[in-house]
């Protein structure tokens, strides 16, 4: 998945260090248009709410890619929701519907096992989280396990690219453990980053008992740099955004519901990240860590992304003036 | 709430403790996992044993500012402890640059990271103050930025969360858990107050470690502790423990004794 792909008369080094800075400029955007992508293929659906029939529509957005439902066969397979606050007045997490959702629909394509697993970045009491988010009531419900990653014993993993100069970064036993992971996002601005979708979801791979609260050791590396080292390091093979209720303006806590109507999936995590910044009104270009991402084996270029499932319109979604330099034009 | 149902809820929060222990006196977060400083060192305060040849060995990492004050009441901890401190008084977070645009706090009070290189934040800064004061250092310069560092985080609600009271103009809700530690580390004041009424707030949204943490704090106050007991007793599994996990029973442990005692290792 992360393999590195130099495309011809540029090299991998254009792209180091000077990335951040680069991107969201238009000369970066010229770096990212010349680099050679694989083709990716991403499905969008229109879900009108979380009340629908969600296994039967995540169904049909993961047989979209036969590999995955292959992987899932047999397979120990780890969800990873986005887990940041209880108050659910506002489109914090995603929704505990759509992980339940999920959870059935891999045990429908014959998932050995699904364990629900998070890290949450700066709440120290996960069980009142867990609790207050309406998430251990579904998964009571199906008796799918919780696994809380803040508690989790951890490898340190060598990160290949090491954008973030750290080294190694610590990732929890059980993500580190999943035949397949599945990184389960909410679709959302971020007030730190532009947006959080799948591979930001990423963050809570990282255990609180080996970095604290919140997980500033990621944001003192860089959280643009911390993304994409994650990646390499956490390998997710799938991904889900959370785009039925999504966030704008102050996010990924404080902003407003975007009554946006889709889910989307797809086995690239940049790739995915991609087709859902361009549904909010992003240039996926412009964002640094998906710019990164695309020297080395992420896919952003549309021309190089097949969207299957249902035709969605993009919503602009409203964004901090400082993150106003990633719209697309 | 009767006595003994509290000491028979902590007996049994011990019970469970003694079987979760690993046989290199460690505790791991679940019961025999890998070892950890954190389930550890609130093992030893909740008096479920302490092993200091482990504390001694491992790496303990934030859990080393714990030190001092879990182990206060373990005689053979004394090195332990005194390296502990020198430790705590080498340790600052890093500054960051003031933007008052994004941070309504006082970004450049360096106080104490959760890791070496980043910056300061609420629930390290009091394990290094409370450490501090348990062991007389309490006038120290750094343990007095740290209590400055604390004043300054707290956040509009009278609690502390992890240590943003205000982003972007934005008042941040506070969390039980850090503001019990970060009430535990000051020795009073108005603050104080703010924050033990805040601490009640444990009932309508408990947890074995909210209520745990919101005893701790109010007891080390002198503040009574209304039905939160009560609830702590309610929310103990069959097998003793709290959420099969070691740190949360062994702080149960220690607010269950600090119920009927009146006291406990962290009120200073």
Known sequence: MSTRSDPPGLSRRALLGGAVALAATATGVLVVDRLWQPYARVCTLRADSYEIDLVDLLLRGIREFPDTVARAKGARVVLKPNLVEYDQSRPINTNPRLVASAAEAFRQLGAAEVVVAEGPGHRRDTELLVGESGLQDVLHAIRAPFVDLNADSFTRVALSANHTGLGTLPVAATVLGADLLVSVAKMKTHHWAGATLSMKNLFGTVPGVAVGWPKNVLHWGGIEQSIVDLWHAVQPRFAIIDGIVGMEGDGPIRGTAVDMRTIVLGEQCPAVDAVAARLMGLDPRRMPYLAVAAGEGGTIAASRIEVVGDVIAPRPFALLEKFEKLRAD | ?268
């Open chain 2, 1 to 268: 709430m009767d006595v003994d149902v509290l000491l028979d809820a902590r007996e049994r929060a011990l019970a469970f403790l003694r079987e979760a222990r690993n046989a290199d006196g460690s505790w791991g977060y679940l019961a025999r996992g890998p070892g950890a400083s954190e389930p550890t060192l609130h093992a030893a305060a909740a008096g479920a044993g302490a092993s200091v040849a482990w504390l001694g060995a491992a790496d303990l990492g934030w859990g080393r500012l714990l030190v001092p004050a879990a182990l206060a009441r373990v005689p053979e901890a004394a090195a332990l402890r005194e390296a502990a401190v020198e430790h705590i008084l080498g340790l600052a977070g890093e500054p960051v640059e003031p933007d008052p645009a994004v941070m309504g706090h006082d970004t450049t009070i360096t106080a104490w990271p959760w890791i070496a290189g980043t910056a300061a934040w609420v629930e390290p800064t009091a394990y290094a103050v409370l450490s501090l004061r348990t062991v007389g250092r309490g006038d120290h310069p750094r343990a007095l930025e740290g209590l400055r560092m604390l004043r300054d985080r707290q956040c509009a609600d009278g609690g502390w969360n992890y240590g943003n009271p205000e982003v972007y103009g934005e008042a941040l809700e506070s969390e039980i858990v850090p503001t019990g530690w970060a009430t535990l580390a000051l020795p009073g004041g108005p603050e104080v107050d703010r924050a033990l009424a805040r601490l009640l707030d444990a009932a309508a949204h408990p947890s074995g470690l909210s209520l745990s943490l919101a005893i701790l704090a109010r007891v080390a106050h002198r503040a009574p502790i209304e039905a939160l007991a009560a609830l702590l007793v309610a929310r103990q599994d069959a097998d003793g423990g709290f959420g099969g996990r070691c740190e949360r029973t062994a702080l149960a442990a220690c607010a269950l004794g600090a119920a009927v005692e009146g006291t406990h290792v962290y009120a200073v």
